[in-house]
């Protein structure tokens, strides 16, 4: 088992900053990759980037040029640093960890991020 803690939410205004994290604990061998979803009220939960431990990233066009995403390997944290937020950009944030090719897969609990206009 993997256990994923975000944290790093909050109340931010318009064209603002912040920065998540996630700490991967318990199995983290059986991980390879870790991403950010994030899900807006009364919305499905959708893709925001993904980190392969190679190194490759890949974002959501929503947040391409705004977000990125890197992780520390030595302490097993995922990191999500987001500027010039959006009102649109409110939701909870989910960090997720998996092994590409398995059905293997693990979600955090959820940090909000609330973007003020």
């Known amino acids: 088992q993997v256990q994923l803690v975000e944290s790093g939410g909050g109340l931010v205004q318009a064209g603002g900053s912040l920065r998540l994290s996630c700490a991967a604990s318990?199995?983290?061998?059986?991980?390879?990759?870790m991403a950010w979803y994030r899900q807006a009220p009364g919305k499905q939960r959708e893709f925001i980037a993904r980190?392969?431990?190679?190194?490759?990233?890949n974002y959501a066009d929503s947040v391409k040029g705004r977000f990125t995403i890197s992780r520390d390997n030595a302490k097993n944290t995922l990191h999500l640093q987001m500027n010039n937020l959006k009102p649109e950009d409110t939701a909870v944030y989910y960090c997720?960890?998996?092994?590409?090719?398995?059905?293997?897969?693990?979600w955090g609990e959820g940090t909000l991020v609330t973007v003020s206009s």
């Open positions: 318990g199995n983290t061998a059986n991980i390879n990759a």
């Open positions: 997720n960890a998996y092994r590409v090719g398995s059905a293997m897969e693990y």
């Open positions: 980190i392969m431990f190679g190194g490759y990233t």
